[in-house]
């Protein structure tokens, strides 16, 4: 009885979490503190920094004179602070912000002075090849004040998870700005936290025409394919998005859960495994990995793994169910040693 009951709760936890394990977490409302520093010389005034989440800005802000900087009002996630300032060596500083331990992360940051450079011309350069390709972390720089005024509302919009508010301020924002690609790439994330495949579909390939080198837009996409079972489109889009950003958590996540459904368990726990030694607070690399470890009978992996997941992540919408399934775990362990 106790093994129809194991299989029955692992089942059970197993459909419910593939509905749902690739949206991000619910948390509290936390923020980001920064200072700068220069590695040598005296600091020359306010300085622009951004924040990016999933390969997009989310907010920006001048530093003040001393270079202290602040982002407030953020969820418990990981986070990019970005300096693409021309006197300085690009900055791109992951900052992981978990509210469950404290409201408050600190971004220490050192500016290093660039180097005079000459200005030959680089050989080999591809014909045909775009060098004047705008970086993402400088669009405010290039496109209208109106389109980022409508984007920056369907950001707010949906940080309050009003989410066709959203939808109309980022088509909004597109309409005064067509090449405004990360206002396509959230209005993708919008259609598809909906379902709206297509829709998502179409802005997700609008990111990638506009901006070839960005990641995130080919993590979405190959999210998109996963969630429609189209499992080698998926693992096409998640390839080119870990060519272009090999560190991304988000990335192994992904290419993880496409090897945990087509028969390769132990590249699955691999890809898992690397996401969360890359963001320890992807909490649903966890919960894959205990799905993984049920479907090969691993159930003593399975239940440290849940074990893990519970301290972690006590607050997690997933936390009551795993109790359940733990329970269930460690009472047929108990039935074997017990018969």
Known sequence: MYRRNLILACLVFFLLFQVTALRAQQGGVGSIIGELQLSRGDFPGSIFVELQFRGATITSVYSDDQGKFGFTGLGSDPYHVVIHDKRFYPVDQLVVLDTSISALSIAQIVLTPREPVKTERLPNHAQGSNPYLIDPSEYRRHFPRGAIKEFDRGVEADKNQKRNEAILHYQKSISVAPDFYPAHNNLGSAFL??????????????????????????????????LQNHYQQAGEWVEQGLRREPDSGFGHFLQGSLYSRTGRPHDAETALRRCLELNPLMSQAHLALVNLYLQQQRSADAASELRIFLKAFPEDPFAPRAKQVLAKLEGATDNKVNP
């Open 193 to 226: 936290a909906r379902s709206q495949f297509p829709q998502a579909q179409e802005q997700f390939e609008k990111v990638i025409q506009l901006n070839p080198s960005d990641a995130a837009a080919y993590f979405n996409l190959a999210d998109l394919y996963l």
